[in-house]
């Protein structure tokens, strides 16, 4: 494999990564801040892609979809939160992975009835359709380089929110210790609302992101959920820093396993996982418990 | 044992051979059709009860255990032979061993944690054994393998039990459903129960007094996926045929449903739960192509409104008349 080659592969395991963190953050914030796991989180990258290929089909923009798409997600979550998901704070995880595993039901039909389970494709946005010509028969989209760029800006401002505001520190009181925060006074009420809605729109974001390069199909929500939990589980739960490492490595481990294990490729990530489990149970980030 | 519980007791005891009578004497009285559907129901709720040892009594939420019945579906369809029954004599082994193989190798990982991680680990790795079926190329891939023949018990020459005929098959499911009754009402008033009880209740003082808590889970955990694994091995025996989706992860929520429909303090709830849920699909799918839409509200009302499941709904029928006698 020559420089060129590699340096391909890796501007894809980075992209790769870049997806799987943005989905994989809004999992770890919202099982961090609100107690809560959520299977349906996969359900929401797949709804995301959904949207965006029915609403860049109507008006014709992708950015129409992208902002449209991430708006629709928010409400929907701020929806759940308030009629479902507030009804298992405090209950155990059984409850929370049973009512998760109705709402997937529940959206996989409502994608079914208004959408259908065709597979779709969707053009990437005006102006970042090129390639960039690296040499003679070598050329890498701009639109993949897009998604990096894009991925790190929303990374960037995640850390920011986390670290430089108020809310932020709310998050991360919570996240360290709940009953604690509570006991100063702290009310998580409006806080489990938007953290959750920030949650799914992520998930969504990360569906609309990927929608034009790779294609639109029933199944896509599924295939996500495991890598996220992969991501969390390498990463250590309800840490957004643990999500980048955890991710970053997914990218790297399936980028390259293809590359040069092909024929165990579909097993690294998970003998990745194993590896950490036995180094390190509660995630690269995680911290000990018991 | 005072006299309450005494009675209480005996009427258990009558429920049970009074349904053990009506469960015998259905085959006599129901068309092919309906025995072929209650030995489906019944082979599920094999599977739930199964589930429940590490759900229930565990306190462990594992969303692999379709993995473990899937794994011994396929292992019957790769030893039948093509033209010819396979011997229930070392298929059904083989693939319960193949089963708590698979058990004893996830649950030594996954039972390194917690809580909401120990999900997302066994759902991970049960994923990983679906795309290794999924993705195989001995197996039939995507597609799944056929079980061409029933397998069969001979003796010699001698035909002891021919699976074809769906009366034997429904009599040796119901068999093997009330030995596995047997076997996790021993177990979980065993001692060994008690430890497994008492970890899940409190893990710190369940350790500090001693108890090896890793090894008990894990033990569970293991017979557990067995258990699974008779089930799957049944299952793809009925069907005649098995695909991954048999080891996907959906299954494994399904199952968990049963499971909090009957009921996590008892052995035989969750096979309660298998049955009306079972029953509730057959319903659904008569009535509307969107049956899944239904079926998932259904789960999210059971879990919000009925967190303890049918005996909730019991319990509004009937109002219990001592409080806090249970």
Known sequence: MDFLTFGVQLLNAIQYGAVLFLVASGLTLVFGILGVINLAHGAFYMLGAYLAYWIAAYTGSFWVALVGGVAIAFAVGLLLENVFIRRLYGRDHL???????????????????????????????EGLRGAIQLTENLSYPVYRLAIC???????????????????????????????????????????????????????????????????????????????????????????????????????????????FFPSVSSVLIYVLMAAVLLWRPNGILGRREI | ???????????????????????????????????????????????????????????????????????????????????????????????????????AAIGTLALRTRGVYFIMVTLAFGEMLFFLFHDSKFAGGSDGAFVYNKPSMMLGDIVLLNLEKPIVYYFVVLATLVAVIALLTMLVRSPFGHALAASRDNERRARALGFPVFRIRLTAFIISGAIAGVAGYFAAAQFGFVAPQMLGWHLSATVLVMVLIGGLRSVTGPLLGALVLIGLEEILKAATEYWKLVEGIIVIVIVLALPNGVRDLLGLLAPRREAGHD
Not at chain 1, 103 to 113: F, M, N, S, Y
């Open chain 1, 95 to 125: 409850a929370q992975v049973l009512l998760s595993f109705g709402l997937i039901l529940v959206i996989d039909e409502a994608r079914q009835l208004l959408f259908g389970k065709d597979v779709h494709s969707v053009m990437p946005p």
């Open chain 1, 149 to 259: 760029v894009f991925c790190l800006i929303v990374a960037a401002l995640i850390f920011l929110v986390i670290t430089r505001t108020k809310i932020g520190m709310i998050v991360r009181a919570g996240a360290e210790n709940r009953e604690m925060t509570r006991t100063l006074g702290i009310s998580f009420d409006r806080v489990n609302r938007y953290v959750f809605a920030v949650g799914i729109a992520l998930a969504a974001l990360g569906g609309i992101v990927v929608a034009p390069v790779s294609t639109v199909y029933p199944g896509m929500g599924d295939s996500m959920l495991i890598l996220s939990f992969v991501v969390v589980v390498l990463g250590g739960i309800g840490s957004i820093g643990g999500a980048a490492i955890g991710a970053l490595l997914i990218g790297l481990t399936d980028t390259f396993g293809k590359v």
């Open chain 2, 1 to 103: 044992m005072n006299p309450q519980a005494e009675h209480r007791n005996s009427r258990a005891w009558l429920l049970s051979g009074l349904l053990l009578a009506l469960a015998i004497a259905l085959p006599f009285a129901a068309p092919t059709y309906y025995v072929q559907f209650v030995s489906k129901a019944l082979i599920m709720g094999i599977l739930a009860m199964a589930l429940n040892l590490v759900v229930g009594y565990g306190g462990l939420v594992s969303l692999c255990h379709a993995a473990f019945f899937g794994i011994a579906g396929y292992v019957l369809a790769l030893a039948s032979p093509k033209y010819d029954a396979a011997s229930l004599w070392w298929t059904l082994p083989l693939a319960v061993a193949a089963s708590a193989t698979a058990a």
